[in-house]
Each structure stands twice: as C-alpha cells, then as structure tokens.
C-alpha cells in the first residue's frame, strides 16, 4: 500500500506541477487572472480525481473492491499530501527562477490592466495597497509554501473522504466483468 501511495502521489504531483507551471511560464501576463486560475484549478481537479481512482484501484487490488472508510482516507490523504507537497516545492522553484518577482510582476500587470480599463485612481490605489499585501505576504517563505500545499491539499482532501466513502460500496464504479460474474 505504502507503495502505491507513493508511485500515485508522486504521479499526481509531477502532473499538477508541470502543467500548472507549464500555464505559468507560457501563460501571457495580460491575460484574465481569471482565466490562469481556471486553468491552474482544472488541472489540480484533473488530478485530485486521480486520487479518487488511485483509492479505487487499490480496494480492487486489496479486498476484491472493498476497501474499509478509514484506510481509504489514509491512502487518499498520503497520496494528496505528496502530491501536494511536490506541487508546493515546484512553485518554490518556480519562484525562485523569477528571482522572488513573481507576486510583484502580478500586482504590476493587474495594476496595468485596471489603468487599461479605465479604473479611477481611487480604484487603482485600493488595488495598489491591496497588491502591496499580497507581495509582502509572498516575501515569508513559510507562508507561500503553506498557501501552495493548501491549495491542492484541501481540494484533495475533500475528495478522499468522499471518495473512502463511495468506494466502501463494492458496485460503486464496478467493471461490467465484475457484474456478469456475479451474476
């Protein structure tokens, strides 16, 4: 068991953490914010549902498609935890490449695209004070660190309770070999 976890949750976490990257680095800076962190929250669910058919795949593999609450919470915690850990260490590389400028490059571009869309200086020195938080919080290593392990950990999490919970029930996501055997 220990095994899988470790082969899914490296898995997971090498997949959530290129791609994220990959948008990251290729993304255009003037794109919608909003558009990056769909994508980026697309790609964590694409995987956190890998954590979802990791559990399932070893109830097939331990109790014949059973697999008990608690144990299948421990395994979807393991692989989430690592998974989320390798995404949060990809983001520290990333950060460090961009010479720690990243929150500060952000606030820039969206101080440049509310000037851009008419946005009176009221709005932008709201938006400017506001960035200027965000930027001092990105300088504390610890808490960056944490922001990026909880943002995929969370998700996942979530996912593993209600994922041990389904899969206890031997016919949830049941082969059609399995049905005809049965039967």
């Given amino acids: 068991m220990f095994r899988s976890v470790l082969l899914l949750g490296l898995i997971a976490g090498l997949i959530v953490a290129a791609l994220t990257l990959l948008v990251t680095t290729v993304g255009n800076p003037t794109q919608p914010a909003l558009f990056l962190l769909v994508i980026k929250y697309v790609t964590i669910a694409v995987v956190v549902f890998l954590f979802f058919f990791g559990i399932k795949s070893l109830s097939v593999r331990m109790r014949r498609g059973i697999i008990y609450v608690p144990p299948g919470i421990v395994v ?10 390798i995404y949060s260490m990809s983001w520290e590389v990333y950060y460090y490449s961009t010479d720690y400028q990243f929150a ?27 960035n200027a938080k965000i930027v001092e919080a990105f300088a504390n290593p610890f808490l960056r660190i944490a922001m990026a392990f909880l943002q995929m ?3 996942g999490a979530v996912v593993s309770i209600v994922g041990a919970m389904l899969i206890r029930n031997p016919q949830f996501l049941a082969n059609q070999r399995n049905h005809k055997n049965e039967s």
């Fill in 104 to 130: 500060r490059e952000v606030s820039q571009n969206l101080v440049q695209r509310a000037q851009l869309e008419g946005a009176t200086a009221v709005e932008i020195a709201t938006l400017m004070e506001r």
């Fill in 76 to 85: 979807g915690f393991g692989i989430v935890a690592l998974a989320s850990l």
């Fill in 153 to 155: 950990f969370v998700i």
